[in-house]
């Protein structure tokens, strides 16, 4: 599994603080900018208190967009069950497949089966067998295991993000959407100091524990 960070609110945590600012004060924008410029503990206890009090709808302000490689059908399924988020997954119907081997994620416990990596063989030469032989992709397609990696590009707002990293990095998760939680997790902690001593500070307590 590869994830990149392809896009993101410009300064998150300023504009979630700009939001969060707004539903409370008489102040211009101009003088809340220089509380955001100068009082950078006051930025982070406000938010801070705000998220613990129930007010999240100003995480909502800030996004992130990634793209994740090599990652199997049945865990983009379990992904795109998060339903406050934009998607745009490699399509079956019209990418060629055909063109080049095909991959699939293998969980440790099926590795040693040899029976496993058979079917995951038969079924690709079928699918190209198929496809050699006109059948329609979208059609073709329903042969394949949900084995088969794919690529999904997604955009959640931070609040979602913080539903779906508590949802997903719990023990009880599946293993492969686990890991892509937490390699999410990783990745946005690391775009803003703010935002990683809040995340640290608030959020990491919360779902980690």
Known sequence: MKVYLIGMTQNP???????????????????????????????????????KKGHHSIFEHASFTFIAEDLSR????????????????????YSALETKPL???????????????????????????????GVPREDARFILPQAITSRIVFTMNLRELFHFWKLRTNPAAQWEIRKLAKTTYSIVKQTDNLLKKFLQNTIEPEIFT
């Open 74 to 93: 049945t865990a983009t399924h379990q992904l795109v069950r998060h339903r406050i988020a934009s998607y745009s997954q490699q399509s079956q119907r």
């Open 13 to 51: 945590v300023r504009a979630i603080f700009i939001a969060a600012r707004n539903c409370y004060t008489a102040k211009s924008v101009g003088e809340v900018l220089l509380e955001f410029e100068q009082k950078p503990d006051y930025v982070l206890k406000l938010l801070t208190n705000l998220y």
């Open 103 to 133: 991959n699939f994620v293998i969980p440790d416990t099926l590795k040693e089966h040899k029976e496993v990596m058979n079917l995951l063989s038969d079924a690709e030469n079928l699918y190209k067998q198929l496809i050699a032989q």
